[in-house]
């Protein structure tokens, strides 16, 4: 038993943590009629409907297919760590920094053993680390906090792009910069990739149907109630077993922060603090506490004592470079370097430290230029 919760402990250690923070609140705030105005019930709802969906598009196979189509057109290994990158850059952009890489690191660490490149392994993970996590900052479905502070905010989303389109697009240069001057020869590569198949075409049909009325959501188009019950419907007849998949403690974390934030809201000291900690520097704290906590917590306990979006957005977005639980969605590929190469996990974790410091140094300098 002791080992089973040792287990989960490390497994789950944000959830574990918002929950304890959640349970001393409570002791200091007691429960009342006000907890129920806490909770973001939107956000979760899009949250929940995204992962279903994406989850159903990833079993039938839709992304393996994509990055096997574009990997099916390279020719050398400058391109293919580029078109590796890039599939993490821009797909995080719709299907979330953690699914991009949950899909596409076990897929480049297959081509990369198959094309006797081991040695490049810890720099090309690392690479699509960071541009999953720089690609999903440009849309509010990118990843969790964008979507939340997007919510709650109430910018509209053509503001919301418009704000991140500059880190994007210096994000987009930086990567192949950072490419070009490891792959400086035009080395040349021969790939085969597997052939996959969506056999199910009906069910994909469906699935992309859901993922355009969560984005129509997302947009103000639909609303959330209408979204969760058309979302939940058609997925329970079509594939409940996805219903599974969903990732609920990343909810649950959410539920545990929302009373956390509610709760320290209420009490004065705390309130005080944090407001004093961010006058002025509500940027500069954002990307500070991400390296701690990660830029989820981060965002969501930050958005209680501050109304300056942009600056919580930007530096939520920013801060999710640098330590390795800056964002949580840089565990996944840690995780995948350590079960399948073990013995490359330090060389991982020096370098993309290093790496990540490099890019948090240049793009903290760049935030506060643009």
């Not at 419907?233 to 998949?245: A, H, Q």
């Not at 942009?310 to 995948?336: C, D, F, H, P, R």
């Amino acid at each position: 038993m002791g080992k089973k919760i040792q287990k989960f402990v490390k497994r789950e250690t944000v959830l574990v943590l918002s929950f304890l923070l959640a349970v001393v609140s409570c002791f200091l705030v007691r429960p009342d009629r006000q907890y129920a105005g806490y909770i973001d019930i939107g956000t979760l709802i899009v949250l929940f409907c995204l992962m279903a969906v994406v989850a159903g598009m990833k079993e039938l196979g839709m992304f393996q297919v994509i990055g096997e189509g574009l990997l099916g057109r390279i020719q050398s290994r400058r391109g293919l760590v580029l078109v590796l990158v890039f599939l993490c850059f821009f797909s995080s952009m719709l299907i979330t920094n953690d699914v991009a890489l949950i899909t596409f690191v076990p897929l480049a660490l297959l081509i990369l053993h198959m094309t006797d490149q081991k040695s490049a392994v810890c720099f090309v993970v690392t690479l699509m680390t960071i541009g999953a996590n720089l690609g999903s900052m440009l849309t509010p479905v990118g990843n969790p906090q964008n979507l939340y502070l997007y919510s709650v905010s109430g910018m509209k989303l053509g503001a919301f792009l418009w704000l991140m389109l500059p880190y994007t697009l210096v994000s987009a240069i930086g990567l192949v910069g950072c490419v070009y001057l490891v792959y400086r020869k035009k080395e040349d590569i021969r790939y085969t990739p597997q052939k996959t198949e969506i056999t199910d075409r009906k069910r994909l049909g469906i699935y992309l149907l859901l993922f355009g009325i969560c984005l129509l959501s997302v947009a103000g188009v639909i609303s959330r109630p209408v979204l969760l019950i058309l979302n939940s419907v058609c997925i329970f007849f079509t594939d409940r077993r996805l219903l599974k998949k969903v990732d609920y403690s990343l909810l649950a974390t959410f539920v545990c922060f929302f009373i956390f934030i509610g709760n320290m809201g209420r009490f004065p000291v705390f309130c005080q603090w944090i407001k004093g900690m961010l006058q002025g520097h509500v940027r500069l704290a954002a990307v500070g506490i991400s390296q701690v906590i990660s830029n989820v917590p981060a965002a969501l306990l930050l958005s209680g004592f501050t109304e300056e979006w942009k600056e919580l957005i930007i530096g939520t977005n920013v801060g999710g470079l640098g330590t390795l639980i800056a964002s949580m969605a840089s565990l996944i590929s840690y995780k995948q370097i350590a079960v399948k190469n073990p013995e490359l996990k330090n060389r991982y974790l020096a370098l993309f430290t290093l790496l990540n410091l490099i890019f948090l140094m240049i793009f903290a300098g760049i935030s506060f230029v643009l």
